[in-house]
Nanobody, 117 residues
Framework: VQLVESGGGLVQPGGSLRLSCAAS????????MRWYRQAPGKERELVAQ????????NYAVSVKGRFTISRDNAKKTVYLQMDSLKPEDTAVYYC???????????WGQGTQVTVSS
């Protein structure tokens, strides 16, 4: 089982980034997918989640209207489009999969997002 995040980096305030998380080793379409983030000295927080077929999404209040989660089950990939980035969005972003039938949970290794001028 693997979840491999990519797309992080350094961006100026107001800029955009698109994170990707490529999955392998499990039945991707049977897993709800989530993006979490953890800033230095803070607890890991849920940023966005998407249902197995992509029909339902939810967002943290702090990112609603700026971030968009999506998934491509054929490519076994989940995305997080991040627009209007703020310095407070700086964190390590983690991809998470939770099986709706199995209850199994998997984590990616994380990708650093830094928003700074």
């Amino acid at each position: 089982v693997q979840l491999v995040e990519s797309g992080g980096g350094l961006v100026q305030p107001g800029g955009s980034l698109r994170l990707s998380c490529a999955a392998s080793g499990f039945t991707f379409s049977s897993y709800e997918m989530r993006w979490y983030r953890q800033a230095p000295g803070k607890e890991r927080e849920l940023v966005a989640q998407i249902s197995t077929l992509g029909g339902t999404t939810n967002y943290a209040v702090s990112v609603k209207g700026r971030f968009t989660i999506s998934r491509d089950n054929a490519k076994k990939t989940v995305y997080l489009q991040m627009d209007s980035l703020k310095p407070e969005d700086t964190a390590v972003y983690y991809c998470n999969a939770r099986g709706v039938y199995s209850g199994s949970t998997y984590w990616g290794q994380g990708t650093q997002v830094t928003v700074s001028s």
